[in-house]
């Protein structure tokens, strides 16, 4: 798997623009609807520069925030030095997907974002996050949507390489990291969340519409209208499809079986 230390610096410039603010955004809101009001136990795994674990402990959540790169994991804490107050709340460990040192159904949420488009395969990832979840808790991926690779590349002009990609029904491109990445689709990663005893619940598409705009600086009133566009469309077919992230959450039943 990559070390995304050493894209740190094109990694944090998308992360930063407003088309990667659209993702943060939109999927924040999922997550944190799905928590409950009180303070909740999650896992942040394959956090990043800790975008997300930031906004959930500012909610006021206790976050473990995990990731296998010691450069990632430094960011994350140069994050919550600038956010007094918040430190408390989270704790942060190197490890990958498949090393995670937690016990069974420890988690009041886990959120694996960004992460399962840089593995072989998602079954075992999602095995492995999914019994981490509590019971009425909740598993949360966001992963690159195999359903829409070459939409992008064909709003974007580059019709040869977009033809290229659809006709042979490819299931990798090229990420906004220069990166090949691999995508999965809605139904199969819940398919997977199901055969670990967890329910799908309704999926979403993020960034169907701004994922092109490379150069996208919208002020903040374009912006808002922006978000709030992607937001209806998210869980409306046929524009969630066309995500080129797909957004999935899966709810562990409350007896716990």
Same mark, same amino acid.
């Given at each position: 798997?990559?070390?995304?230390?050493?894209?740190?610096?094109?990694?944090?410039?998308?992360?930063?623009?407003?088309?990667?603010?659209?993702?943060?955004?939109?999927?924040?809101?999922?997550?944190?609807?799905?928590?409950?009001?009180?303070?909740?136990?999650? $896992? *942040? /795994?394959?956090? %990043?520069? #800790?975008?997300?674990?930031?906004? @959930?402990? =500012?909610?006021? &959540?206790?976050?473990?925030?995990?990731?296998?790169?010691?450069?990632?994991?430094?960011?994350?804490?140069?994050? $919550? *030095? /600038?956010?007094? %107050?918040? #430190?408390?709340?989270?704790?942060? @460990?190197? =490890?990958?997907? &498949?090393?995670?040192?937690?016990?069974?159904?420890?988690?009041?949420?886990?959120?694996?974002?960004?992460?399962?488009?840089?593995?072989?395969?998602?079954?075992?990832?999602?095995?492995?996050?999914?019994?981490?979840?509590?019971?009425?808790?909740?598993?949360?991926?966001?992963?690159?949507?195999?359903?829409?690779?070459?939409?992008?590349?064909?709003?974007?002009?580059?019709?040869?390489?977009?033809?290229?990609?659809?006709?042979?029904?490819?299931?990798?491109?090229?990420?906004?990291?220069?990166?090949?990445?691999?995508?999965?689709?809605?139904e199969e990663l819940d398919r997977?969340?199901?055969?670990?005893?967890?329910?799908?619940?309704?999926?979403?598409?993020?960034?169907?519409?701004?994922?092109?705009?490379?150069?996208?600086a919208p002020g903040p009133e374009e912006?808002?209208?922006?978000?709030?566009?992607?937001?209806?469309?998210?869980?409306?077919?046929?524009?969630?499809?066309?995500?080129?992230?797909?957004?999935?959450?899966?709810?562990?039943?409350?007896?716990?079986?």
């Open positions: 798997m990559t070390d995304f230390a050493t894209v740190g610096r094109h990694y944090a410039e998308h992360s930063g623009s407003a088309r990667g603010r659209l993702r943060h955004d939109l999927v924040a809101r999922r997550v944190l609807a799905e928590l409950p009001d009180r303070p909740s136990t999650v $896992l *942040d /795994a394959g956090c %990043g520069d #800790g975008e997300m674990t930031v906004r @959930l402990a =500012a909610a006021g &959540h206790r976050v473990t925030a995990v990731d296998p790169s010691a450069g990632m994991l430094a960011a994350a804490a140069r994050r $919550l *030095d /600038a956010r007094p %107050g918040l #430190g408390a709340r989270v704790r942060l @460990l190197e =490890a990958g997907i &498949h090393d995670l040192p937690f016990g069974a159904k420890e988690f009041d949420a886990v959120c694996c974002h960004g992460v399962l488009m840089y593995l072989d395969e998602p079954t075992t990832a999602v095995a492995r996050l999914a019994g981490l979840v509590a019971p009425g808790g909740v598993l949360s991926i966001l992963t690159k949507n195999r359903a829409a690779i070459g939409a992008r590349e064909a709003l974007r002009g580059d019709y040869a390489a977009a033809r290229e990609l659809i006709e042979r029904d490819a299931a990798t491109s090229v990420g906004n990291l220069g990166l090949a990445t691999r995508g999965d689709t809605a997977l969340a199901a055969a670990q005893g967890l329910v799908p619940q309704p999926w979403q598409g993020v960034r169907i519409f701004h994922d092109h705009q490379g150069d996208w912006y808002g209208l922006a978000l709030e566009t992607e937001w209806a469309a998210s869980t409306r077919d046929p524009y969630r499809q066309l995500g080129r992230l797909v957004h999935t959450v899966a709810r562990a039943p409350r007896g716990g079986g």
